[in-house]
């Protein structure tokens, strides 16, 4: 057993449904196992625990491990495509680099270069989009076991719309899906998500391939992409001219559940909302790839209103990196432009946000705090001495102030240390 003293935020009570920021400034956390077993004032815990060992950790700001729901994999090298809309982007950034992971030695190393990328920024649950290739989905999870990450990932299918090399049939994403979730589903920490790239890319008999899946192997997780851009949305109401809107063609094929997590929806429909809001799925707002594509500005409150599960994505590489205080900042931006419309984000939302409600999304009771009975994921916020975060910290004014500083100026060089299960991650 190991006692770590530390300063320590989190959420673990939703600060959307008038939680507050849980703040300790010398609290001790008992962990054994793995798992936190006690956590209280430090002299507290110490006095119970007398023979154990201390790490003090009071030189930093102790955070949960942080939370992606929406990150593609085959997109390390594709990040830093701006000035393009979405189909555009996908046309000259993306699909050019995805097919590169065909070539086995390829999706191996970019496999490791994605997990390198995820820890270093504080990362140690994703919901993973993987790739349209079996051998490098197999590359991805082999990897994420190999570091130790809680990843949720897939392999990619598409039937058309999309370049040959990246295409396939309902039969063979079945097999190959099926052999990937039999091998790695439920494997240490991972978990396998049937993953059709959008509607966009997938016909109905591929979607209804994805649902067969779904129902033959138990505690799969399903993802996609939904009402992300304006030119995409028109483009599936042409193709699927039987469905009410971009939702509904996965709801068709009884896709919409509570294991679903679809990114974006900057352009929901009302009833598209009440739906997810029904069904308890979740949507993984992506706020500096909305930007980067001038895709739309996330209406929160909508989704609030309708009681629609939102947590953060990364998206990589529309996105602009790794970090999960960068989207928390950037989802700030947005809701603060939005003015009447949006929602004020306070430090404690956006730290919710980044970790508690990823976990609820991906539906993870062990994760996303730091109380008695989680795991020990968490990250250590320390950046080097003189720098501005450290100085900020050296002069916050309270623990929402800090936490306010973290996410306003924090980068992956800040996170000194990170932890999955009691263990100190090394990618």
Same mark, same amino acid.
């Given at each position: 057993?190991?006692?770590?003293?530390?300063?320590?935020?989190?959420?673990?009570?939703?600060?959307?449904?008038?939680?507050?920021?849980?703040?300790?400034?010398?609290?001790?956390?008992?962990?054994?196992?793995?798992?936190?077993?006690?956590?209280?004032?430090?002299?507290? @815990? +110490?006095?119970?625990?007398?023979?154990?060992?201390?790490?003090?950790?009071?030189?930093?700001?102790?955070?949960?491990?942080?939370?992606?729901?929406?990150?593609?994999?085959?997109?390390?090298?594709?990040?830093?495509?701006?000035?393009?809309?979405?189909?555009?982007?996908?046309?000259?950034?993306?699909?050019?680099?995805?097919?590169?992971?065909?070539?086995?030695?390829?999706?191996?190393?970019?496999?490791?270069?994605?997990?390198?990328?995820?820890?270093? +920024?504080?990362?140690?649950?994703?919901? &993973?989009?993987?790739?349209?290739?079996?051998?490098?989905?197999?590359?991805?999870?082999?990897?994420?076991?190999?570091?130790?990450?809680? &990843?949720?990932?897939?392999? @990619?299918?598409?039937?058309?719309?999309?370049?040959?090399?990246?295409?396939?049939?309902?039969?063979?994403?079945?097999?190959?899906?099926?052999?990937?979730?039999?091998?790695?589903?439920?494997?240490?920490?991972?978990?396998?998500?049937?993953?059709?790239?959008?509607?966009?890319?997938?016909?109905?008999?591929?979607? +209804?391939?994805?649902?067969?899946?779904?129902?033959?192997?138990?505690?799969?997780?399903?993802?996609?992409?939904?009402?992300?851009?304006?030119?995409?949305?028109?483009?599936?109401?042409?193709?699927?001219?039987? +469905?009410?809107?971009?939702?509904?063609?996965?709801?068709?094929?009884?896709?919409?559940?509570?294991?679903?997590?679809?990114?974006?929806?900057?352009?929901?429909?009302?009833?598209?909302?009440?739906?997810?809001?029904?069904?308890?799925?979740?949507?993984?707002?992506?706020?500096?790839?909305?930007?980067?594509?001038?895709?739309?500005?996330?209406?929160?409150?909508?989704?609030?209103?309708?009681?629609?599960?939102?947590?953060?994505?990364?998206?990589?590489?529309?996105?602009?990196?790794?970090?999960?205080?960068?989207?928390?900042?950037?989802?700030?931006?947005?809701?603060?432009?939005?003015?009447?419309?949006?929602?004020?984000?306070?430090?404690?939302?956006?730290?919710?946000?980044?970790?508690?409600?990823?976990?609820?999304?991906?539906?993870?009771?062990?994760?996303?705090?730091?109380?008695?009975?989680?795991?020990?994921?968490?990250?250590?916020?320390?950046?080097?001495?003189?720098?501005?975060?450290?100085?900020?910290?050296?002069?916050?004014?309270?623990?929402?102030?800090?936490?306010?500083?973290?996410?306003?100026?924090?980068?992956?060089?800040? @996170?000194?240390? @990170?932890?999955?299960?009691?263990?100190?991650?090394?990618?």
């Amino acid at each position: 057993m190991t006692i770590y003293r530390c300063r320590v935020l989190d959420t673990p009570d939703d600060p959307f449904a008038g939680g507050t920021l849980r703040a300790d400034d010398d609290a001790g956390l008992l962990v054994q196992g793995g798992v936190i077993a006690e956590r209280g004032a430090f002299a507290d @815990v +110490a006095a119970r625990h007398p023979g154990e060992s201390v790490t003090d950790l009071r030189a930093g700001v102790l955070l949960p491990g942080l939370i992606d729901t929406h990150v593609h994999y085959p997109q390390v090298r594709a990040i830093g495509g701006l000035g393009m809309p979405l189909l555009d982007w996908l046309d000259q950034c993306a699909l050019p680099e995805e097919q590169r992971l065909a070539e086995p030695e390829y999706a191996r190393a970019v496999a490791r270069e994605f997990l390198t990328g995820l820890t270093s +920024a504080g990362t140690t649950t994703a919901l &993973v989009f993987g790739s349209h290739y079996p051998d490098a989905v197999d590359a991805l999870f082999t990897e994420a076991d190999r570091v130790g990450t809680r &990843v949720t990932a897939g392999l @990619v299918v598409s039937d058309h719309n999309l370049p040959e090399p990246l295409l396939s049939t309902p039969e063979r994403s079945y097999r190959e899906g099926r052999a990937l979730a039999e091998r790695w589903h439920g494997h240490g920490r991972l978990r396998y998500a049937v993953t059709p790239r959008f509607s966009y890319s997938t016909t109905s008999d591929m979607l +209804a391939s994805c649902a067969d899946l779904l129902s033959d192997v138990p505690g799969l997780w399903f993802t996609s992409h939904v009402n992300e851009n304006p030119a995409e949305i028109a483009a599936v109401a042409d193709l699927f001219p039987g +469905a009410a809107n971009y939702t509904d063609t996965y709801a068709k094929h009884g896709l919409i559940h509570r294991r679903s997590v679809l990114a974006h929806n900057a352009h929901p429909r009302d009833e598209e909302l009440h739906l997810l809001g029904e069904v308890g799925a979740s949507i993984a707002h992506c706020p500096t790839s909305n930007s980067a594509l001038a895709s739309g500005s996330f209406p929160l409150r909508r989704h609030l209103d309708h009681g629609v599960r939102v947590a953060l994505g990364t998206d990589v590489g529309a996105g602009s990196g790794f970090s999960l205080f960068k989207e928390g900042l950037q989802a700030y931006f947005m809701q603060q432009l939005l003015k009447e419309d949006g929602v004020p984000l306070t430090p404690a939302h956006l730290l919710h946000l980044a970790t508690r409600a990823g976990a609820t999304a991906l539906g993870l009771d062990d994760v996303g705090d730091l109380s008695a009975g989680r795991r020990f994921d968490a990250i250590l916020v320390q950046p080097s001495a003189a720098q501005p975060l450290d100085v900020c910290l050296r002069h916050a004014a309270s623990a929402e102030n800090a936490l306010a500083k973290i996410f306003s100026i924090g980068t992956p060089a800040d @996170v000194a240390r @990170v932890w999955i299960d009691g263990d100190i991650v090394v990618a």
